[in-house]
Structure formats: structure tokens, C-alpha cells
């Protein structure tokens, strides 16, 4: 079945490529996952509009990907979240939250897909989370949990 991917895929391409899969694998994973749409000879227009919002947004290369950088790593990133007595969280902290928590404290529009923490966050305190800014170029982040 062919599909234009409307969000990148690991193994499969990016947003806006068109490519051949087995039906099942679009049928059951990445259509109701809103990852692909079937493709169909309308489907171009929708092509060049995926590859032109994708061209705005993407990185122009390793010297603006370095600023992004930049500008990633200078923030101090403080993320509220409730906690026990003891400084345990009910819930934890996700790449989701800490996307949402850089732009709120002004920095770059970070995807939540690029964004790894190096341990599960379940306490209150200081972690690590890496920021895959473009391809050879990831940012280091340094973020503080408090309890809210």
C-alpha cells in the first residue's frame, strides 16, 4: 500500500515522503497513529504542503543547529510538579513535559521525540536530559523538579 507519512517514522522516512508498505503495517500501525494517509493522485498537493511546513520548521544546518545548541544549553529549566512530603511525585516527568517546560522558560520549539532523560524522574531534584537539536548535534540540558 502506498502512503504519504505525514510525521517522521524510524526506519521509514520522513514527513512528506511517499512510500510502499504492507497493508497491515498501514492499516493497523500507522494510519490510526495519524503517521501516513493513503496515497492518492490528490495526495500531491497535500505533499508539497507536508515538505513546505517541514522546510520551515527544520534546522538549516550545523551552524544554526550550534545556536539552537547554544540557546538550549543557557536555559535554567525548572519544572513544577506535585510531590509527597517526601519529595516523591505522584506521576513523573516525561520528554512531553520538559518540551513544553524549555519553550515556556523561552528557549527553542523542541520536539518531544528528540528529547531523551537519562533516568526516570520521580523525585524532586536535578536530572539531565539530552536534546537531539540536528543530526550530530545534541545539546545537553540541565533541568530542576520542585515541588508545586
Known amino acids: ?9 524510524s526506519g521509514l522516512g520522513i514527513a512528506g515522503d511517499i512510500v510502499t508498505v504492507k497493508d497491515g503495517y498501514a492499516r493497523n500501525f500507522l494510519m490510526p497513529r495519524s503517521l501516513g494517509i493513503a496515497w492518492t493522485r ?12 517541514r522546510k520551515v520548521r527544520e534546522i538549516r544546518d550545523t551552524a544554526h543547529a550550534n545556536e539552537v545548541k547554544q ?6 529549566v525548572t519544572l513544577e510538579a506535585k510531590a509527597g512530603d517526601t519529595g516523591r511525585l505522584f506521576g513523573s516527568i516525561t520528554a512531553s513535559d520538559l518540551a513544553d517546560a524549555v519553550k515556556a522558560a523561552g528557549g527553542p520549539l523542541v520536539d518531544k521525540r528528540k528529547v531523551t532523560i537519562a533516568e526516570h524522574v520521580k523525585t524532586v531534584g536535578k536530572y539531565n536530559a539530552t536534546v537531539v537539536v540536528h543530526e550530530g548535534v545534541t545539546a545537553k540540558l540541565s533541568f530542576e523538579v520542585v515541588a508545586g
Open 1 to 9: 500500500m502506498k502512503l504519504i507519512l505525514t510525521q517522521e517514522v
Open 42 to 53: 490528490g495526495g500531491e498537493k497535500q505533499v508539497t504542503q507536508i515538505k513546505r511546513a
Open 71 to 76: 540557546a538550549i544549553e543557557a536555559l535554567k
